[in-house]
């Protein structure tokens, strides 16, 4: 690690044409205090159209946090583009982020990147996904088998609520290569595979929809509903997977019969529940996340180790991470008011044209 900050400094010294010492140990490791670097931290977001959150939610959060902390930051999106991602990442370790925490695009890349940090003697934090085989200091995450614990139960109650009778449930997994969707899918299959069991339900289509694309997922449902029209719930892993089935429920007139669910608590999510299209969503409460993140990603960037009191196994690396995971929360039209009363979404956005009456319904002004 100290060779690596050594020789990253030696670049910079290079690029400016400085002329200083540099080999004053004390200059370069920002735990010896005194003339510590400058708090630096990178971040890299994975995309915009997989999950509304990363944009709307986690930059603005996590800006958030930097600014109040006073630390320097630089954070970009790499838009779902893994040599991007590669290159953003490249650009943060010269220019100097003495942290780098990334939302992976699959394990592997992230791997790659992690290592080239770490060579670099820059510490680093997966957020939000862990990168299997990785060697990131922190995992900063939800419970995301309790997500999809939410998710079977929510399809569950709302499937009881609505009196059906050994109904055929489709599933449309998130992307393969993120280990959050393998975390939801263990989840949510715990809750399902007792009633495919008990035969009270039947398992239909069961697809990983690859990078979480919403038009891939549209068409996956497609298909599913062609093959199965029978299909009498869905298990959709996000809001954006859910908003997929919906359209295609639609055009079947299907839509506020078949229950989907949904996760992010997005306002296309919220308002598809308050029609009555979706039956929940799972709302992770960002700013949590954003918050534990800001504060271990300033720690490192300080030198300081910070401490957490949950430990993730990465079953790839076979290394026991530091992890702070948080609560996930299900949310019906019962308690859509929630997610504006914490300030998640706002009125404005979520009560527009049609839904201000429905907002009034569902107690939110
Ligand atoms: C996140 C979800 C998000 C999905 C797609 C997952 O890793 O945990 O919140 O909906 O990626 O971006």
């Known amino acids: 690690m100290r060779r690596g900050i050594l020789s990253l400094l030696a670049v910079g010294v290079l690029a400016t044409g400085g002329l200083t010492a540099c080999g004053d140990d004390k200059a370069a490791d920002p735990g010896s205090g005194g003339n510590a670097k400058k708090p630096k931290i990178g971040v890299i977001l994975p995309d915009s159209k997989s999950s509304a959150r990363w944009e709307t939610a986690d930059r603005k959060y996590l800006e958030a946090a930097f600014k109040t902390a006073g ?175 919906i359209n295609i429920l639609k055009k079947q007139k299907l839509n506020g019969k078949v229950p989907v669910t949904g996760q992010d608590a997005t306002v296309q999510g919220l308002q598809n529940i308050l029609n009555g299209d979706q039956c929940m969503t799972v709302y992770k409460a960002v700013k949590q996340e954003a918050d534990a993140a800001a504060k271990l990603a300033i720690g490192l960037a300080k030198g300081e180790k910070g401490a957490t009191s949950q430990k993730v196994t990465d079953p790839e690396g076979k290394r026991e991470v530091d992890a702070v995971l948080l609560t996930p929360k299900s949310i019906t039209k019962d308690n859509v008011k929630d997610v504006v009363d914490d300030g998640y979404v706002t009125v404005a956005e979520l009560c527009t044209g049609d839904f201000a009456a429905k907002c009034a319904t569902a107690g939110i002004k």
Not at 122 to 140: E, F, K, N, P, Q
Not at 219 to 229: A, G
Request: proline share 2%; net charge negative; glycine share 10%.
């Open 71 to 245: 630390v320097d930051y630089d954070i970009q999106n790499a838009q779902n583009d893994k040599a991007a991602f590669q290159t953003i990442a490249e650009q943060m370790i010269t220019g100097g982020v003495n942290v780098l925490m990334i939302v992976n695009l699959d394990s592997g890349t992230g791997k790659a990147v992690l290592d080239k940090a770490k060579a670099a003697g820059v510490a680093t934090i997966d957020y939000d996904r862990l990168t299997l085989g990785g060697s990131a200091a922190y995992y900063v995450s939800f419970d995301n088998v309790a997500v999809g614990k939410l998710q079977g139960e929510g399809l569950v109650k709302c499937l009881t609520d609505a009196k059906a009778t050994k109904p055929v449930i489709a599933e449309l997994n998130g992307s393969q290569t993120d280990n959050n969707a393998t975390l939801f899918k263990q989840g949510y299959d715990g809750v399902l595979k007792a009633k495919y069991d008990s035969a009270e339900y039947v398992k239909g289509p069961d697809q990983w929809v690859a990078e979480w694309d919403n038009t891939t997922a549209g068409t996956v449902f497609e298909q599913m509903l062609t093959s199965t029209p029978n299909i009498a719930g869905v298990l959709a892993a996000n809001d954006g997977l859910g908003n997929a089935a």
